[in-house]
T-cell receptor, first 118, second 114 residues
Framework: DADVTQTPRNRITKTGKRIMLECSQT?????MYWYRQDPGLGLRLIYY???????NKGEISDGYSVSRQAQAKFSLSLESAIPNQTALYFC?????????????????FGSGTRLTVV | AQSVTQLGSHVSVSEGALVLLRCNYSSSVPPYLFWYVQYPNQGLQLLLK??????LVKGINGFEAEFKKSETSFHLTKPSAHMSDAAEYFC????????????FGSGTRLSIRP
């Protein structure tokens, strides 16, 4: 099984519908993130969570909400989907090792959810 | 504010030729730097990372990158391109404080000509 699992892999939905994208991880990481990828724009941060009780907005949070149900689960919701939310969405996790030159600030990514809003 | 600039949204090289993907960063503190690769229909996979231990970093699949503080660069190279290297490559920076997040460049698509 993958370390970071996203469901669904693909989804087509209609404008105005509510949709939830789910992410679960077996890494045991405290930190989880949601990014969206658009051609030519790289990855942009939507929301992030440093632990179960900590939720923070990223650079493009408007139109999205999140829920951190457990250490291993972090869901992204589009309350009323619109066409410009059509994108590839990635969940990622990380584990901050405090101090030291070998601290790992890298992320582990899921395989992505391709969302199309029509 | 931290940022990453990748020069060239698309790079095409012949099989066996040198691969050079350019990345410049802006950071107010010594950063942690990364290169990620995304193969078609897949998520991002870590190629290599710079964490101040050594300026020349070797990664997977024969890739390496050199941190040059004076040029604020972290260019990715591979001596001989293989068809399987065709993918999108992202440079990324993390200032490394406890509350920081990774900031990604806009990506460079690498194509390999037979």
């Amino acid at each position: 099984d993958a370390d970071v699992t996203q469901t669904p892999r693909n989804r087509i939905t209609k404008t105005g519908k509510r949709i939830m994208l789910e992410c679960s991880q077996t890494k045991g990481h405290d930190r989880m993130y949601w990014y969206r990828q658009d051609p030519g724009l790289g990855l942009r941060l939507i929301y992030y969570s440093f632990d179960v009780k900590d939720i923070n907005k990223g650079e493009i949070s408007d139109g999205y909400s999140v829920s951190r149900q457990a250490q291993a689960k972090f869901s992204l919701s589009l309350e009323s989907a619109i066409p410009n939310q059509t994108a590839l969405y990635f969940c990622a996790t990380s584990d901050l090792e405090s101090g030291g030159p070998e601290a790992n600030y890298g992320y582990t990514f899921g395989s992505g959810t391709r969302l199309t809003v029509v | 504010a931290q940022s990453v600039t990748q020069l060239g949204s698309h790079v095409s090289v012949s099989e066996g030729a040198l691969v050079l993907l350019r990345c410049n960063y802006s950071s107010s503190v010594p950063p942690y730097l990364f290169w990620y690769v995304q193969y078609p229909n897949q998520g991002l996979q870590l190629l290599l990372k710079y964490t101040s231990a050594a300026t020349l970093v070797k990664g997977i699949n024969g890739f390496e990158a050199e941190f040059k503080k004076s040029e604020t660069s972290f260019h990715l190279t591979k001596p001989s391109a293989h068809m399987s290297d065709a993918a999108e490559y992202f440079c990324a920076v993390n200032p490394g404080s406890s509350a920081s997040k990774i900031i990604f460049g806009s990506g460079t698509r690498l194509s390999i000509r037979p």
